[in-house]
């Protein structure tokens, strides 16, 4: 069982959750803020997200982020398939942070919704 964690920090540099604007652009972005936050906890922390490939399908991914390419994507390494993916921040929705030690990779990928 998985256990979600809520990110605090102590970096006067990073804005908190609560005051940071919701932008749909990567740099005013929720979901920026906490790949971001992943980054600098990259062995402990992974993102689950709620992925919308081109095509529509939603499947539910374990990342763990590696770098913003692109203001609108980010390189992840994809738990599932066990590469280097670029992920839209877009089509990202319902993104988690969770506990890097609760996974081993290959991850299933789940199919979301109907």
């Known amino acids: 069982m998985s256990t979600t964690v809520a990110l605090q920090t102590t970096d006067s540099s990073l804005p908190s959750l609560a005051s940071y604007p919701k932008a749909s652009?990567?740099?005013?972005?929720?979901?920026?803020?906490?790949?971001?936050?992943?980054?600098?906890?990259?062995?402990?922390?992974?993102?689950?997200?709620?992925?919308?490939?081109?095509?529509?399908?939603?499947?539910?991914?374990?990342?763990?982020?590696i770098r913003f390419v692109a203001e609108d994507r980010f390189l992840a390494l994809c738990l599932s398939r066990e590469e280097p993916r670029q992920f839209y921040l877009d089509r990202c929705s319902n993104v988690r942070v969770d506990l890097a030690n609760n996974y081993v990779m290959p991850v299933e990928i789940m199919i979301c919704g109907g």
């Open 25 to 65: 652009d990567a740099k005013g972005s929720r979901t920026a803020l906490l790949i971001r936050r992943v980054m600098q906890q990259i062995d402990d922390l992974v993102l689950v997200i709620d992925y919308r490939d081109k095509d529509g399908t939603v499947t539910r991914r374990v990342v763990s982020p």
